[in-house]
C-alpha cells in the first residue's frame, strides 16, 4: 500500500490510459487523541496518509482509494454506472493562512492535565457531578489535489475536536453529551467548560410542571446552529429557493429583518477555514439570506446550471476516503456585535432561557411546522427561577425566522453534518414548549 | 473472488522478531504490549444514477500498544513496515534501551489482485427478479457493498493467527423510508429473503400506527436480535457497566426473566465472520453473559480483564487500527426454548406481531431503553393479520427482559447489522428465535 509515488504520476498514468476525467487527492495528517474516562485514559498518536481518484469518461467512471503514498501501478477497478464530470480550474481571491496552523499538538500531560482540572472544575461548580468519559481530538492535515481540468490546489486544516459526557449526583440525573470544536485545544477552557456542563445537568434533572407554555424564548447558540442546520434544505442545494416559496410574505421576506445567513468557507479564525473546498474551488462569503429576504442558495459548481457565478467552493471532503459533496462550509446566522448574551437575559421579563437539544429537531416534510427536544430554565425578571427538561419546542417554520426579536454577539460554532452551522443567542417570539409524553 | 492474497496476508511477519521489539518497551512485568496489523477492503456500487460507478476503499497499517496500569498508548500507521513499526514503537515507549533490537521483517504478502466482485454487479438484477415474483412495482435505489477484512494480533507473549471477515451490506432507499442489514452472501437466497423485508415495507407503507398497548407482543427473530444486543450486549459491556461501578459487581445480579439465557459466541457467527480471535489476539471463548437471567460474564475486552479475575478477556473489539480495543459483542445467541409458534401465538388475539426492529437505544445512566419497529401486524387468529405502522417499545431494562414470557425453539440467523457505540462502526450477527413478552408498553 506505500506505492512511493505521487499524485502527478497517478493523473498522468490515468490520463494516459485513455480517461478524459481524471482526479487524483492525497492528504497526510497526524493527531494526539486522548479518552479519559475515570478508571482509565489512552493517549493514541496516529499518522494518516491516503490518496484516492476519481476517473471516468462520458458513460462510466470508479472511485479509488487507498491508504500510504500514491501508487500509480495498482490495479484499476473496472468502471461502472454513471459518466463523471469534474470542475474546470477557477483562480481564488487572496488567502492569508492563519497563523496558528503550526501550533504543535497539545501534548499527552497537557491533555490529562487539561481533563483533570475539567472533573475538578465540574466537581465545584456542582458538587458531586462526574465526567463520565472525554474524548479530545487535535489534529492538523495537509491536502493535495490534481486533476486533468488544471485545478492544482493545496489546503491545510487544523482542527481539535471534544466530546464530553458527564452525569449529576441525582438518582433522577441523565448523562448530558457536549460536543464543540477549535482550531486550537488549548482553546477548550475547563472552567467555561465545566460551568456549560453544570448548567446542562442541572436542567436535565427536573422535568418541567407545565404541560405548555409560551413566552419569549431565549435560544443559546447550540439550540439555534441545531435548527438551523435541521432546516438545511432551505439554504443549501438547487430545490432551496422553491421550498422557501411556502415562506414568503407580502413584503417579499422569509423572517425577520434580523435574519441574515451567511455561508463563508474562509471565515477568519474559523475551525475549516480554507482558500479552497473539497474539489479544488475557491470558496468565498455567500449572503444566504438578507435581513429576511432570501437571496440565493448555497450551491456547488454543477448545482448551478447556467450561472456558474452562484457557484460556491462548498463541497465538503474530510478525508481520503471521502468523496465531496455539497455541505455548510461555516453556515452562520450574522450576530449583533453591540449586544452581549447576558443583556438579552437581564432583559427577559418572563419566558425561557433554552441552552441544549437533547436530540435532532423533527421538521415536518413541507417545511411548515418543526419540534426540537430542548431544556432550559425558565426565567423572570432576568433571573433564573426554575428548569425545564424533557420539553418540545414547537412551532410553524415561519413563525420561528419571523419571530427572531434580537441577536447576540456570541456567535459560536457547532460540527454538524461535517460542516460547521453557528449562531449568537437569539431572542424570539411566538413559540411553544410542550411537555414530552 | 477471493483471491490468494486474502488467505492470509499475514503470514510472513516475523512474529519472534516482533515480539522481541515489543519486549523493550514492556519493561514491567504487569505490562501488555502488542501490534495490530490490519488489511481490509470495501467495494461499493452505488445507484446507477450516481458517479462515480464503481468504488473501491483499500487499506493496510498497524498500530503499536502498551498497556500500563490503566493506562494505554497507542500508536496507528496506514502503512506496514519496519520502519513504520519501529516509529510507532517509539511513539508509544515510555523509555527505549540504549541499543535496541534490529528491525524485524514485516513482509506482508503484495495485494496485487485486481479490485472486483462480480457477485456485487450482479445482485441488483437478482434482486429485481425476486421482487417481481411478489408482484409489487416499487422503485429503490441500491447501494451494495462487499466488506472484507484481515487482522493479526503480535504480542509479547502470544501471537494469533491471521483472522479474516468477508460479508455484504445493502442500503435500500424507497420512496417511503430506507431499508438497510447486513448479509453473508449476495446471492438468490439473500435476495429472495431482502425482497420479502421490502415487500412487507412496502405493504405497511400507510398502514396506521397502533394505540398504545400493554397485551401480548410477539417478537419476531430480528426484532428480539436487536433487542438483546440493545438491552442485553451494551448493558453488558464492561465499559457501561463501569458508569455505575466496578463491572465484577454485576456478577450474579438477576437482570431479567429466567427463560433467558444469553451468549456471546463469536466461533460459531456465519461462516464468512466466524472468529479464533478477538482483535487482540486473545481466544474467543462461548461467553455466557446470562444464564437464566442472571449475569453470569459481562463483555470484556484485556484491559477490563486484568482488573478482576473473575472478568475474561477475548471480547475485544476495533473499529479501525486507529482506535483502541473496547468490549463489544459479535455473535449473540439465544438459547432457544419450548414453544411452537402456534404455543406462541396463543391466547394473543388482538395482540401485535414486531417482526424487525430498526433502531434502539439503551441510556446506560437510567437504564431507559427504547426499541423501534419500522412496522408490524396485527395478531389475528393465532397468526399475524392486519399491518400496522411503525411504533415504539419503552421502559426500564429490567422490567422489559422481565416481562418475556416465552421463547420460540426455532432459532435462527437474524438481525445482522452495524452497531455504531461511541461513533466506532463494527459489524454484529445473532442467532435467535421469535419471543413472546406480555404487560410492556408499545406506543405510536
Redesign the interface.
Known sequence: ??GGGSIAEVLDRLSRSGWREVEAFHKKGRSRTM?F?P????????????WSV???DQR??????????PDPGV???????????LPSARPGSPWSAPSNLDAPLIGEGEARGFFSGLARELDNELAGARL?SGYLDDGSSESHLLSSREVATTVRHRVASLHLEA?GSGTE???VVLDIAERDARRFSPAALARRLADLILVAEKRSSRSRDRGELLLAPVVASGLLAALSDLWIGPNARQLTVPLIDRNGRIGSPALTLIDNGRLPGSVLEAPFDGEGQPTRKIVLVEQGSFRQPLLAWWQCGSNPKLASGCSLRPGW?D?PRPSATHLYLEPDRTVRAAELIQNLTRGYYLIGLDGPPRIHSDYSRFAAPVRGFAIAGGKPTGTVARVWLVGSVSTLLNGIVSKARDLTFSAIGGGMVGSPTVLVKGLELRQQT | MLGSMSDAPFTQLDTAGIARALSQIADRPSDLADVFFERSET?E??P??????????????LAVRLVRE????????????PRTFN?ALR??ARAMPRAPYPEPELAAEP??????ASEV?TFPTTLTRALRTHHVDFSIDLTLRRHRRWTRVVGTQLASGTESENFYSCDVEMPWGRYGTLLEAFDGESAEDLARRLVNLYRARDATPPDAWRGVSILGASATAILLHEAVAHALEA?TL??SGHPEAALGVRMGSRLLDVFDDPASAPEGVKRAADDEGFPVVRRCLLRSGVIEQPLCDT?WARRSDRLTAGAGRRGNR???PGPRSSHLELVPGELSRQELFADAEGGLYLPEADRGHL????SEFALHFPYGHRISHQIPGEPIGPCWLKGGLRDLLDKICGIGAQSKPAGAGWCAKDGIKLPVWATCPEIRVEGVEITP
Open positions: 500500500m506505500n479518552r474516562t478508571y482509565s485514559d489512552t493517549t493514541s498518536l496516529r499518522q494518516e496518509e491516503g476519481r476517473a471516468g462510466r467512471s470508479f472511485f479509488y482509494a487507498a491508504s500510504g503514498t490495479p484499476w477497478p473496472e468502471a461502472d454506472g454513471a459518466g463523471l464530470r463520565l452525569v440525573s441523565t448523562g476516503r468523496l | 467495494i456500487l452505488p446507477a444514477s450516481q458517479a462515480p460507478g464503481f468504488r473501491v476503499w483499500r487499506e493496510a497499517g490503566g493506562r494505554s498508548w497507542l500508536a496507528g500507521r496506514d502503512h506496514i513496515g516509529d511513539r508509544v495485494w496485487d489482485e485486481a479490485p472486483e454487479l465499559d463501569a458508569h484491559a486507529h482506535l483502541a441510556d446506560p445512566i437510567t
